[in-house]
């Protein structure tokens, strides 16, 4: 008994001291490790990371998003005021300078206010792709900068935003509108153009496909290449790895073309959620199981335990 305790302990020595250090400390040197800010937006990260020329100009950005997010903001104007925005957030809006504007129905619910602030005031720094434009009014959203100019009216739409669009959105709901403009989930027959509808003949099945490869073609020209389809990233990235990157793409990626897109923590949360349900549907089996496989395994070594110990009895 006492030789098998020895070689069950130096077993599970070095399999705990594969998988708790040499598997982390490998992984640590092949990925740089990213900190997280826990979904607020106020520039730290954005700076940190500019260049010499631009760590000015972004210290500004987000210090006069800062004053204009200590404003009391009006929800009644900021109503009037986003009036302007319905002309390109709508349902069945068309591609404009790449991609479908969003719907903004929860757009209150799942967006950061600090966020909404500084995508107003500059879509592009807001969005830490700046870098890919040397005027940032040539960003999709630019001309946005030119219709609503005054700290008060920026926060007066946020403040209608947060006040009037902030229904509880389901997990696809949230993925829809935050992701699903550049990003497939063929495994949910999810297209940048929405659900893929049933057709009852093949050449209006066609005709759609046509469709959606010439929305690919506008999301792939402003992008630079497709963004990739996300059925199966929940469980190709870590849950850290997701988070850092979703809340600054760059920190992860220098110099990529996605945009942050400014989830808070319970938008983000709502996506993941979608992610998980259509890239590990049998996680809550597998979780309901778990416990039961585990208990199985406890009672079958204490079996096998006192049947070898019944069997060897007499022997030692």
Sequence with gaps: MNKELKIFGV????????????EPFAHSQMHKHV???????????????ASAEKKEAKTAFWADVKKIAALEG????????????MGCHMDGAGNMGGVIPPSLDHAGA??????????????AMASNVDHKYADTM????????????????????????????????????????????????????????GDTP????????????????????????????????LSMIIRARSHHFMETFVENPQSQLAGTSMPRVGLNE?????VEEYLSDIGDPSKPAREIAGPWVIGFMILFTILAYLWKSSLWRDLH
């Design 11 to 22: 077993v599970a020595f070095f399999t705990l001291l594969l998988y708790w250090g040499v």
């Design 74 to 85: 009006d929800a009644v104007a900021g109503e009037a005021t986003f009036g302007m925005c």
């Design 110 to 123: 799942i967006y950061d206010k600090n966020y909404l602030i500084a995508l107003i005031k500059d879509p």
């Design 198 to 229: 049933t057709f009852k003949y093949k050449k209006d099945e066609l005709a759609h496909e046509i469709k959606v490869i010439e929305e690919q073609d506008a999301v792939k020209a402003y992008m630079g290449k497709l963004p990739p389809d």
């Design 138 to 193: 040539m960003h999709p959203m630019g001309s946005i900068k030119t219709m609503v100019t005054e700290p008060q009216d920026i926060a007066n739409v946020v403040a209608y935003l947060k006040a009037n669009k902030s229904a509880e959105p389901t997990a696809k709901e949230a993925f829809s509108e935050a992701c699903a403009r550049c990003h497939a989930m063929r495994y949910d027959k999810a297209t940048q153009l």
């Design 266 to 270: 319970a938008g983000y949360e709502k």
């Design 35 to 49: 900190e997280g800010h826990g979904f607020t937006y106020d520039g730290t990260a954005d700076i940190a990371e």
